[in-house]
């Protein structure tokens, strides 16, 4: 059964940090995904990863991808309040069928 | 823009009762998919369906079943609603394998 997994599940920062959220995950695949979700609205797309050591980056964030360590990273620059949300991560192991972690809750502060 | 629209933002429903849940796209995808979000869970995948009149069970489709008559129409039927099944659903659709997937906007179902 395949597990995601993030790291932290809560985050609280300060504007102009930066910090690293983790996604680990149990099984192969190169293909991941991350998704933003603001307080009572739906999920939207960020990034889509298909490859072995593929980086995206969109304004201040980035994301990674190791399908060798089974593991992706969405890296915030300069935090800024408006990237206060939740992020998830999701892996496809068989054609568009996602597994979702459980949230990382960001908050940033002034 | 795509879009997914589920037909209700908010349901209250009694144990027991037969409730639908409908969800429409605009963009002719494939593929929809029905999720279930609880705190600290995540979203886990109840049903999916890749064509019409074709459904495949997620990962927790007990208590569920889907039905996809029309290509961008995609419903969740909960036959008997019981208050385990209190929970937000989004319904997504992509329009193939290895393309991102595009949300609804939800339903926040309480069964009382």
């Known amino acids: 059964e395949l597990k995601v997994e993030q790291n932290p599940l809560f985050l609280s920062m300060q504007e102009g940090k930066n910090y690293t959220i983790y996604c680990n995950y149990s099984?192969?695949?190169?293909?991941l995904y991350w998704y933003r979700q603001d307080p009572g609205k739906s999920l939207e797309s960020l990034f889509v990863?298909?490859?072995?050591?593929a980086v995206k980056q969109e304004g201040r964030l980035m994301a990674s991808l190791d399908t060798k360590a089974r593991l992706s990273t969405l890296h915030i620059t300069a935090a800024v309040h408006d990237l206060s949300a939740t992020y998830f991560c999701?892996?496809?192991?068989?054609?568009?069928?996602?597994?979702f972690g459980e949230g990382t809750q960001l908050t940033v502060n002034p | 823009d795509v879009k997914v629209t589920q037909s209700s933002r908010y349901l209250v429903k009694r144990t027991g009762e037969k409730v639908f849940l409908e969800c429409v796209q605009d963009?002719?995808?494939?593929?929809m998919f029905w999720y279930r979000q609880d705190p600290g869970l995540g979203l886990r995948l109840i049903y999916f369906?890749?064509?019409?009149?074709?459904?495949e069970k997620g990962d927790i489709p007990e208590g569920y079943s889907v039905s996809r008559e029309k290509k961008e129409r995609f419903s969740l039927i909960l036959e008997s609603a019981s208050t385990n099944q209190t929970s937000m659903y989004l319904c997504?659709?992509?329009?193939?394998?290895?393309?991102?997937?595009?949300f609804g906007s939800g339903t926040q179902l309480s069964v009382l």
């Open positions: 099984t192969t695949s190169d293909r």
């Open positions: 369906s890749y064509d019409v009149k074709m459904k």
């Open positions: 990863l298909l490859s072995n050591g």
């Open positions: 999701a892996v496809d192991t068989s054609g568009s069928r996602l597994t």
């Open positions: 963009m002719d995808h494939e593929n």
């Open positions: 997504a659709s992509s329009p193939g394998q290895v393309e991102k997937l595009f």
